[in-house]
Structures are given as structure tokens and as C-alpha cells.
T-cell receptor, first 116, second 111 residues
């Protein structure tokens, strides 16, 4: 089984609908992240969480919200989906620790979202 | 604010050739990461470079970091088709502890 699991893998929805993307991990990492990937733009950070009580906005958080239900679960919600939120969404985790640690991020398989 | 730029964005090359992907960043980035993404797949960590002058090698790929020039390179030696993928670099600043990605370089290696 994958260490970082995203559900669903594909989703088609309509403008104005509320949807939730889910991420769970078995790596035991404290830190979790949500990114979106658009062609030619690389990955952009939406939200990140360093522990259950710590949630922070990334560079493109407008129109999104998150919930860290447990150390292992981090969900991304689109309250009212719009077409320009059509993208590939990735969840990632990292161990964290002090600055000497490598802090490598490990990614899930991604969720392809289409908003019509 | 840290910004990361890669070039080229697209690279088509022949098997057996050598080439380099460049990753420039705008301000101090104390760590530099390289990831690989195959079409339709997730990102796989290749290298993490932690200090000036760091060099890491794995097979036909070699990554280096020059913090004074704010430049990291990913060098491909004697390319083979299996290395076709999109390669991303990402920087991270002390205190921020989150990654800023470059646009990615789509590498196609032709027989």
C-alpha cells in the first residue's frame, strides 16, 4: 500500500459544488501539505500543516479550506468549485524536525479534478 | 520572497548525449531539492542538497549546488530513454520550511 494515499484519484464536478479531497498517510510524519499543479507553473502550495493544531495558508489559498483531522489525515475542500480550479492536486508529507534534517517531502499519487 | 526558475522548460535530446538542466533561485535558499515526475504519476525525490558545493550522484544523474551563484544544476550523462520525465527543482528557506518549486523541465530522450 502507498505511504501517502489520496482519494479520489479522479473527480469531475460542476461549478458551485462543494467537494473534498482526502489525504491519509502511514509514514508517521507530522507535516502535511496540499499543492496544485498546472501545466507550465510547477507546483504551488495551497495549505500546509506542521501538526494537528497548526494550519497555515500557502501562496494560493483563496477558494480553498483544509482540515487536519488527525496526524495522519489532511483534507482539502473547495467550498464552491469554479472552472479555474481544474488542476492536478497533490498531497505531501514530511518528517520535519530541526533545520539539520533533510525534510524531504513525499507525495501522493494525485487527484485530477475537473470543474465544468 | 523565494522564487525558483528552471531552464530550459522543454528539452529533447538523443540517447547517449550529455545535457544540463539549470535551476536559479532569487534569494537565499538553504536547501535545494530535485524531483522527478513521470507522465500521470506522482513526484519522486531524487536529491537533496544541503550546503554550498554539495554534489550528489545517482546513476546517470548528478546534481550540484552553488549557493553563492544561487544556482543548482542537474547533469545527465549519456542519456537513456528511461530518463524521459519532467524534472523539478525546489528551494526551501530556513524558518519557512516549505518548498517553492520551479516550473519543471520536460525532458524527452529519443532513440
Amino acid at each position: 500500500d502507498a505511504d501517502v494515499t489520496q482519494t479520489p484519484r479522479n473527480r469531475i464536478t460542476k461549478t458551485g459544488k462543494r467537494i473534498m479531497l482526502e489525504c491519509s498517510q502511514t509514514k508517521g510524519h507530522d507535516r502535511m501539505y496540499w499543492y496544485r499543479q498546472d501545466p507550465g507553473l510547477g507546483l504551488r502550495l495551497i495549505y500546509y500543516s506542521f501538526d494537528v493544531k497548526d494550519i497555515n495558508k500557502g501562496e494560493i489559498s483563496d477558494g480553498y479550506s483544509v482540515s487536519r483531522q488527525a496526524q495522519a489525515k489532511f483534507s482539502l475542500s473547495l467550498e464552491s468549485a469554479i472552472p479555474n480550479q481544474t488542476a492536478l492536486y497533490f498531497c505531501a508529507t514530511s518528517e520535519g524536525g530541526d533545520w539539520g534534517a533533510k525534510n524531504i517531502q513525499y507525495f501522493g499519487a494525485g487527484t485530477r479534478l475537473s470543474v465544468l | 520572497e523565494l522564487k525558483v526558475e528552471q531552464n530550459p522548460l522543454f528539452l529533447s535530446m538523443q540517447e547517449g548525449k550529455n545535457y544540463t538542466i539549470y535551476c536559479n533561485y532569487s534569494t537565499t535558499s538553504d536547501r535545494l531539492y530535485w524531483y522527478r515526475q513521470d507522465p500521470g504519476k506522482s513526484l519522486e525525490s531524487l536529491f537533496v542538497l544541503l550546503s554550498n558545493g554539495a554534489v550528489k550522484q545517482e546513476g546517470r544523474l548528478m546534481a550540484s549546488l552553488d549557493t553563492k551563484a544561487r544556482l543548482s544544476t542537474l547533469h545527465i550523462t549519456a542519456a537513456v530513454h528511461d530518463l524521459s520525465a519532467t524534472y523539478f527543482c525546489a528551494g526551501s528557506r530556513r524558518g519557512a520550511q516549505k518548498l517553492v518549486f520551479g516550473q519543471g523541465t520536460r525532458l524527452t530522450i529519443n532513440p
